[in-house]
């Protein structure tokens, strides 16, 4: 409750996941989206109740468009505590039918959210760089983070790597040139990923 | 005989004829008042039958009032039992109640699939130590505070579950009024 009416910052997520199909389409990611930052806010919960009852109380489901529309009046509304959306695995959203693809539905989302400009509003995707996604987010971000060029990134792996091998009973027996080998070989095949 | 006699006993004969005929009709006419007096009874049973049931349905209303009064008398004992439960409720958090009603009936209505399930996963299989460059990059923190977008190219849920955990916990502890510094040793990271 001291969260919600604080004015404190929104934190909303959702993971793109191929082995879920309801995790896969823009339907359920704006049905995520709407019900947790009502969750988190109070004014949230009155815009997305004036959805609910222009839909005759529940009896009709919403378009994309009406959760679109609703999303925005959301993230547009006079609050001014920073909202984070986070999504992981666009490329687990599928490109594989429809017209458009439910990726590419997402994808249009994903730059309507960026081009409304607003200063409070601050997006997080992870994503392998696949030709469509590649297309639309090159323009909507200056400086993306990529994992492989990362020095950070690869201290990561090889540290992980390390500890694993070195708390393993049977690996922490080999010997130190070994274990270095494996650690440097790991490391580079891993390749940032 | 003389005629005389005969048309004096014709004119009796005729007499009794007409003596017997006027009793026949009114004996036809008393039969006949008789029987409107039965109808007339019949329609006083009737009618008496009628307000015999009146005064049972009557009787019957009364005893559904009765009920009525007795069913309102029990609903009022119980609510004065509840009463105290009802004020505490009017005088703290209806706003609560009301939100959380409201919440509930959105969640009912959309019924989303649950994100944190995945979010678990990836913090459950994390390795401690690890992601530090990058919340002490100067990408992540532009983004936190101005960025509009930022994608990170490649796969790794497990950076994004320790994002989220990291601003989930920033926010919380600052509503909470505490410093927010020294209090976020998970930083975590899963090979995936």
């Not at chain 1, 009416?5 to 896969?24: C, H, I, L, P, W």
């Not at chain 1, 001014?80 to 439910?102: F, K, R, T, V, W």
Request: hydrophobic share 35%.
């Amino acid at each position: 409750m001291a969260l919600r009416n604080s004015g404190e910052a929104a934190v909303v997520y959702f993971y793109f996941d191929f082995r879920d199909t309801n995790k896969q389409h823009l339907r359920n990611l704006l049905h995520s989206l709407l019900v947790q930052l009502s969750a988190q806010s109070d004014p949230f919960c009155d815009i997305l109740s004036n959805l609910y009852y222009a839909h005759d109380c529940g009896a009709r489901k919403p378009s994309n468009r009406d959760m679109m529309e609703c999303l925005k009046g959301m993230l547009s509304s006079p609050r001014q505590a920073p909202i984070y959306i986070i999504m992981d695995a666009l490329d687990e959203c599928s490109n594989a039918s429809g017209i458009p693809s439910p990726r590419e539905q997402v994808l249009k989302l994903v730059n309507e959210l960026v081009n409304l400009d607003l200063p409070n509003l601050h997006i997080c995707i992870t994503s392998r760089p696949e030709f469509d996604i590649q297309a639309v987010f090159q323009f909507l971000t200056p400086r993306p983070v990529s994992l492989h060029d990362e020095r950070g990134q690869k201290q990561d792996i090889a540290n992980y790597i390390s500890s694993v091998i070195h708390s393993d009973p049977w690996m922490s027996r080999w010997r130190d040139e070994d274990k270095k080998l494996v650690i440097e070989t790991l490391s580079e095949l891993a390749d940032g990923m | 005989m003389a005629s005389a006699e005969v048309l004096r006993i014709a004119h009796n004969a005729e007499k009794r004829a007409e003596d017997t005929n006027g009793r026949v009709k009114g004996v036809e006419k008393r039969l006949r008042g008789l029987g409107s007096n039965l109808h007339c009874i019949d329609e006083k049973v009737q009618s008496l039958d009628k307000k015999v049931q009146d005064v049972n349905r009557g009787v019957q209303d009364i005893g559904n009032g009765v009920r009525d009064v007795d069913s309102k008398v029990v609903r009022g004992n119980r609510l004065s039992s509840l009463r105290p439960i009802l004020v505490v409720l009017e005088y703290s958090d209806v706003q609560i109640l009301t939100g959380n009603q409201r919440r509930d009936t959105h969640l009912r209505w959309l019924s989303p699939p649950n994100p944190s399930t995945n979010h678990n996963i990836a913090y459950d299989i994390h390795h401690h130590g690890t992601a530090q460059w990058f919340f002490a990059s100067n990408t992540y923190n532009e983004w936190k505070s101005t960025g509009s977008f930022l994608w990170i190219r490649g796969k790794r849920t497990s950076l994004l579950a320790t994002t989220i955990d990291f601003l989930t916990n920033l926010i919380s502890q600052r509503a909470l009024g505490r410093q927010s510094s020294g209090f976020y040793h998970f930083i975590f990271f899963f090979l995936s």
